[in-house]
């Protein structure tokens, strides 16, 4: 195999799977979409919304990959030896790149951003801001009630600069007191280093991941495992990532357990830091309530797939944190 084909070859048939992928995934999104989504009434987006945002996407998807792949495969077969290393500070770089342009270049060719419609609310957001150590830049409200129902809220920026959005969605769901509690735990998760913490396992799990396909992809390991010592090198690392992603669903119950103590850690500082700890219980009970969330799955359930806790240990947890502090002979 001639040396451009190995990088030009190679990011054809990762862009090729892509395709595919996306083709395949067409009829389950329409139906997600269009049936499971409608039946509940969640879905507000139209026909030819979902095909400018399919599309768009798709773009996106295959420009970065093509790239990606591309560059990646040119250091693989440069510096054979060392070439886990090379791709895996190209992985970490493109990841901190995308957190840099994501809310300037990506988010802009989805979504509407404009000041958010309630100006007390505003001073407010901005107030809890000062008083948690952040530098509120912007704050926004984005129109996802294009598209669904679901409710959110996020912040951007490194360091202490942030831009907080609001889904339009969870301001028409909730009152002030309550969007003031969900945005207390969102920086609960930045005050307590948890956003650091994922960026950092993230790091170290694709230094692991690349150093192991360096090992089992040498001399054609995986294909002769596999039973296939002709394939090339692209079709070998698609071997490497089906048995990566068995290992991830092993490791998920472990991860989850990991986020839920986060999420446990965020909600104590909201109760902290508002006025009103009885609103973070509200809002994550019209939150729940608003995505038919169910509040009381089975504990095996909630300890492999569930990313929170279940909402009623959260409320419990919430009103033992109140009663702890109206009753000092408690603590
Ligand atoms: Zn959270």
Not at 15 to 31: E, H
Request: hydrophobic share 50%.
């Amino acid at each position: 195999m001639g040396p451009e084909s190995f990088v030009l070859g190679g990011s054809l048939f990762y862009l090729g799977l892509l395709l595919a992928k996306t083709v395949l995934n067409i009829p389950f999104d329409l139906y997600r979409t269009f049936s499971i989504e409608e039946r509940y009434q969640f879905n507000t987006t139209s026909a030819s919304l979902w095909l400018s945002d399919v599309l768009k996407s798709t773009l996106l998807l295959l420009l970065g990959n093509g790239l990606l792949s591309a560059a990646a495969l040119w250091l693989i077969q440069n510096s054979p030896d060392w070439w886990w290393l090379w791709v895996w500070g190209l992985l970490v770089a493109f990841t901190l790149l995308l957190m840099v342009i994501s809310s300037r270049l990506l988010e802009p060719l989805f979504f509407t951003f404009s000041p958010i419609s309630r100006p007390d609310l505003e001073a407010q957001i901005r107030r809890l801001a000062a008083s948690t150590g952040i530098i509120a830049t912007r704050v926004r409200q984005v129109d996802a009630s294009r598209r669904s129902r679901h409710a959110n809220a996020y912040f951007t920026g490194l360091g202490r600069q942030k831009r907080i959005v609001l889904f339009d969605t969870l301001l028409r769901q909730l009152n002030d007191h309550e969007v003031i509690a969900v945005l207390a735990h969102e920086i609960g998760h930045w005050r307590l280093h948890h956003l650091r913490w994922r960026l950092l396992l993230g790091v170290l799990a694709s230094l692991i991941v690349s150093a192991l396909a360096f090992l089992t992809l040498r001399n054609n390991s995986l294909a002769q495992w596999f039973g296939h010592p002709q394939i090339s090198f692209a079709a070998q690392t698609v071997y490497f990532g089906l048995l990566c992603s068995l290992a991830a669903s092993i490791l998920r119950p472990l991860i989850n357990s990991w986020s839920r103590h986060h999420e446990r850690q965020a909600d104590r500082f909201a109760c902290g830091v508002i006025e009103q700890p009885q609103s973070l219980a509200s809002a994550l009970a019209k939150m729940a309530e608003n995505n038919l969330s169910f509040p009381c799955p089975h504990p095996l359930f909630a300890w492999v797939y569930c990313s929170h806790p279940p909402l009623s240990e959260r409320i419990k947890a919430i009103a033992a944190k109140r009663q702890n502090e109206t009753d000092p002979a408690r603590c």
